[in-house]
């Protein structure tokens, strides 16, 4: 898939490389990735599949990753509310003026933010296997490990999932090593459909390396600071039509997250796609493709439904 555009996006001393597909004038979409990866997190052949609906699909790698800007932490700190910033940056980048935002993971935490902080520049937003502003994700990694309740009574992350993905802090000697590793790490996270067909998590993480440059994984964005918790009670005054899509195998959001967060956000849909784990395995880029697009039209008056 070749870009129409590539570009490098300029914010605040970062450097954020990013891409755009599809033809020029038509609705403009970012897909926001999740903690430590870069624009390839969204597979080429989903992002494919949006172009084909009629939308120019913006991506991007995160500071950190891909061939953005990388930074030693202790030297050169930024938050996740920087990473949400950087969705702004990359849109003003491509002179977006309002866009559709999607977000998976840690990137529907990013685009929760952004639009509290600039709802004037997205018509709609859909956020997919993530955790509401007010949930403490990292205190429940805590307690999938110590067996304590969750206050809010949502489950924590699957431990034996939690376990595969320590295995990052390991230094892979070879290419295959490697693949062989992050494969292991999407399997896990994805349930059985991942089982089914490892291979094409593979090529996909063989990409992102050659992408990158090295075979060494980012990290840093789990030494961010959260978005504050309180921000969650913000979440009622969103006005801008949000999708929420649930994974029912999502092993570090596990229903019913999903419920959780669009019962907060008043123009709020769920979905839920009682197969999907954490990732985006090919057997269910159709279906997904067409619930983001559906709710994109439904709030885009420019686009030919």
């Known amino acids: 898939m070749k870009p129409v555009c590539v570009t490098t996006v300029q914010t605040k001393g970062t450097k954020l490389w990013a891409r755009r597909d599809g033809i020029s004038g038509r609705p403009s979409m970012i897909l926001v990735a999740g903690a430590n990866a870069s624009h390839l997190m969204w597979p080429d052949e ?11 699909v913006i991506r991007y790698d995160h500071r950190d990753t891909g061939k953005s800007s990388r930074f030693d932490f202790t030297s050169n ?11 702004i940056a990359v849109l003003d980048g491509f002179e977006v003026q309002k866009v559709h935002a999607v977000g998976l993971s840690m990137g529907g935490t990013l685009v929760q933010a952004a639009v509290l902080d ?4 997205f018509l709609s937003a859909t956020v997919m296997l993530t955790a509401a502003l007010d949930v403490d994700f990292i205190g429940n990694i805590g307690r999938a490990y110590t ?32 693949l062989d590793r992050r494969t292991s790490e999407w399997v896990a996270l994805s349930g059985g459909l991942a089982a089914l067909e490892p291979e094409e998590f593979r ?21 961010a600071q959260p978005i ?13 039509p949000f999708l929420v899509i649930q994974g029912g195998q999502d092993p570090l959001n596990p229903p019913p997250h999903g419920r959780h967060l669009a019962d907060l956000i008043p123009s709020a849909q769920l979905v839920e796609f009682a197969e999907l784990g ?14 983001i697009t559906s709710h994109a039209m439904a709030n885009d008056s420019r686009h030919e439904i």
Request: hydrophobic share 35%.
């Open 46 to 56: 989903f992002c494919e599949l949006l172009v084909a609906q009629g939308f120019s």
């Open 77 to 87: 700190p930024y938050t996740l509310a920087d990473l949400s910033e950087d969705v």
């Open 118 to 121: 600039h709802p004037d520049r």
């Open 147 to 178: 067996g304590e309740a969750n206050p809010m009574g949502l489950p924590s992350p699957r431990r034996d999932v939690l376990d595969v993905l320590s295995q990052r802090n390991s230094v892979s000697n070879t290419l295959a090593e490697e």
């Open 203 to 223: 090529l996909w993480e063989a990409r992102a390396i050659e992408h990158a440059g090295t075979l060494a994984q980012p990290m840093n964005h789990g030494l």
């Open 228 to 240: 504050p918790l309180s921000r969650g009670r913000e979440l009622g005054s969103i006005k801008v």
């Open 278 to 291: 954490h990732s985006l395995p090919s057997s269910l880029h159709g279906p997904i493709v067409q619930a």
